[in-house]
């Protein structure tokens, strides 16, 4: 049994193997800084989105999310693939990132999904900025600052149901208390409430207990909606909750559109389900090779000792590029001739990988941190988290080199240089 597996579950590294051999191949960079570098195949991010498209039905809008950057993968040209597939809306965290997409071209409809002080209602209005309303507070100002202005912004009412962070409370005895407050927002001058949506806590988890948790918030913000509508008079335009696992899982949540997050870049057991392919590898290239006898004790704390004649490589990838030091001794690369075990702990610009046995692997040969042929996944298990923190981990000195049909169009490195 491979020794990467989980009990009698193959790793996916291995279902990967036995499909294809891995080709040894260097990425055409033009960089100073030919180390460590990400590859975000936006046909990939176009087959996802054709494909999600076909699995939620022509009547389902499709907002993408690309808050923190596309999740590490480019908000800008994701953004641009997005618009130019036919997405109907994008969503981001903050004022910043909406406005860093308008500065780029992009067009659709933006939703920020969090905080945006009162003083930036007009920049809302001016750049087509949906806002996001939280609670009575947030309404008031941005009703304020709207009608101060003689204009109108667009908002989502956000409801909490169950999630318990932002939103409009309205479990149990606070029902009441959340619809009037919902319907005296929905009626404030300045403010035109184009959609209304929750977000699920638990749609991406098995089991009963979070089966029923995540029917139980659907039943409740349909509940809401209803008697939101009554009391309006009228109906929402955009009523969503489906995130990646509602995406997936429960086309009753669908509603009038889909906000897919990690979905969409080809990550998690259900994107392997609805044959997505991930976006982003992540890739670098060994800088040194030595050789230790056994004994020998590898990096900071001396860890990891080597049990034999250990044939070991240096990467020029370590915790400041994104390698996170909770995987040192536990993570493990791609290289041509098959996976490499990380050995000791990680440094902040360096990590060092156990190359015995491979003699085709030199210096200068090309390894794959996680993508393609060495699943994101794997290693968020190994680390005892999720793929959302890696791929967003991967900081921004590490250059963004962007492929369609297997030729690098645009590269972006984030430094002042």
């Not at 499709?62 to 994701?78: E, L, N, P, R, T």
């Not at 902040?348 to 015995?356: A, E, N, Q, R, Y």
Request: glycine share 10%; with cysteine; hydrophobic share 40%.
């Amino acid at each position: 049994m491979c020794i990467f597996a989980n009990g009698d579950r193959p790793c996916m590294r291995c279902s990967i193997m036995k499909r294809g051999t891995y080709k040894k191949r260097m990425a055409n960079v033009a960089s100073t800084l030919k180390r460590t570098w990400a590859e975000i195949d936006l046909d990939a991010l176009a087959h996802n989105y054709r494909a999600l498209k076909k699995h939620i039905g022509e009547n389902v809008k499709f907002m993408g999310i690309v808050k923190a950057d596309a999740y590490g993968h480019g908000s800008v040209q994701v953004s641009r693939c997005l618009q130019e597939e036919g997405a109907d809306y994008l969503a981001v965290s903050s004022i910043d990132e909406a406005m860093e997409l308008r500065t780029n071209g992009i067009e659709l409809p933006i939703l920020i999904l969090g905080h945006t002080p009162k003083d930036q209602v007009d920049k809302l209005i001016d750049n087509n900025i949906t806002q996001a309303v939280t609670c009575e507070a947030k309404a008031i100002n941005y009703s304020e600052g709207a009608s101060r202005l003689g204009k109108t912004l667009k908002v989502h009412i956000k409801v909490d149901t169950g999630m318990s962070r932002l939103g409009y409370l309205c479990e149990g005895d606070f029902f009441k208390g959340g619809i009037d407050g919902i319907v005296q927002a929905c009626r404030m001058p300045g403010l035109e409430a184009e959609g209304i949506f929750t977000h699920f806590s638990m749609a991406d988890e098995d089991g009963d207990e979070a089966l029923a948790y995540t029917q139980h918030q659907f039943k409740l913000f349909v509940e809401v909606i209803e008697a939101v509508e009554d009391a309006l008079g009228k109906k929402f335009e955009l009523r969503h909750c489906a995130n990646t696992g509602a995406t997936a899982r429960f086309p009753e949540t669908h509603l009038d559109m889909v906000r897919p997050g990690l979905l969409l870049y080809g990550y998690g057991d259900y994107a392997h389900e609805l044959g997505l392919e991930p976006v982003m590898s992540l890739k670098s290239a060994v800088q040194t090779i030595k050789h230790y006898p056994a004994g020998t004790k590898v990096s900071y704390g001396g860890t990891f000792t080597t049990t034999e004649k250990t044939r070991m490589g240096v990467l020029p990838y370590g915790y400041a590029d994104g390698f996170l030091r909770s995987l040192s001794n536990k993570a493990v690369v791609m290289t041509s001739e098959g996976p490499a075990r990380q050995c000791g702990r990680i440094c902040m610009d360096m990590s060092m990988i156990d190359l015995t046995g491979k003699k085709s692997v030199s210096v200068g040969s090309e390894v794959e941190i996680f993508g393609k042929h060495n699943p994101v996944e794997d290693m968020a298990a190994a680390a005892g988290t999720i793929p959302y923190e890696l791929v967003c981990a991967v900081s921004k000195r590490v250059p963004r080199m962007y492929l369609k049909g297997g030729e690098v169009i645009e590269r972006e490195l984030l430094l002042r240089l």
